[in-house]
């Protein structure tokens, strides 16, 4: 668990999830689908149930090689991140992740928070190796967050996204540990 004040004073808090925060990440999960388009998901899309949100919660607190991370404020989820790595021996050292900060908090350092302590576990993890993302090829905010942490870009899946009648391209990243 780490703290850290923001300008504004307020503190916030980078542990962990837990199972009693799943009904409070599905909120969170379900407040974020209605603020930004560049999530896989539309608002509302996602019927997450408490009990489906416990086992990943579960499965991520009791893994070496998988990370969820919640950002708290007053005890209010406020930002999460999800690395996976594979199950698989020969990939298992390598893994995904994603983001997402509520709307009110952008722009206060809670998501560099929450990817210096992603990098931070995959060092100390011994197992990590690489830490890759996909992005929206037109996500200025998040590109430049990654690149800000030294992520590199590594390709590029065309027409991956389709959102309001357009479609768009995914950035792939890659951070080598
Ligand atoms: C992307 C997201 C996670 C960033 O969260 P955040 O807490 O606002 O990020 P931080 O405050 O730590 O960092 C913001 C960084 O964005 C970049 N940034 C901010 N405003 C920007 C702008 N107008 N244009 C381009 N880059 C910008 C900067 O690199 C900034 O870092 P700096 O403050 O050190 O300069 C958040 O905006 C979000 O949840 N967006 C919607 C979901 C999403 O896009 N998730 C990522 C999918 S790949």
Request: glycine share 8%; proline share 1%; with cysteine.
């Amino acid at each position: 668990m780490k703290e850290y004040i923001l300008s504004n004073g307020k503190k916030v808090v980078i542990r962990k999830a837990e199972k009693k925060d799943a009904e409070e990440l599905i909120k969170f999960i379900n407040i974020i689908s209605y603020e930004s388009d560049f999530l896989t998901f539309e608002p509302g899309e996602l019927k997450l149930t408490k009990e489906l949100e416990e086992s990943i919660i579960e499965e991520c607190y009791n893994s070496d090689n998988k990370l969820f991370l919640i950002a708290e404020i007053e005890g209010e989820i406020v930002g999460n991140l999800s690395f996976k790595g594979s199950n698989r021996r020969r990939l298992k050292h390598a893994g995904e992740f994603g983001i997402s900060v509520k709307k009110e908090y952008w722009n206060m350092g809670i998501a560099s928070q929450l990817i210096k302590e992603l990098i931070e576990w995959a060092k100390s993890s011994g197992i990590i190796k690489k830490i890759n993302l996909k992005v929206r090829e037109d996500n200025e905010r998040a590109i430049n967050l990654y690149r800000k942490f030294g992520f590199i870009e590594e390709g590029k899946i065309s027409k991956e996204f389709y959102v309001n009648g357009k479609y768009y391209s995914t950035i792939l990243m890659g951070l080598e540990i």
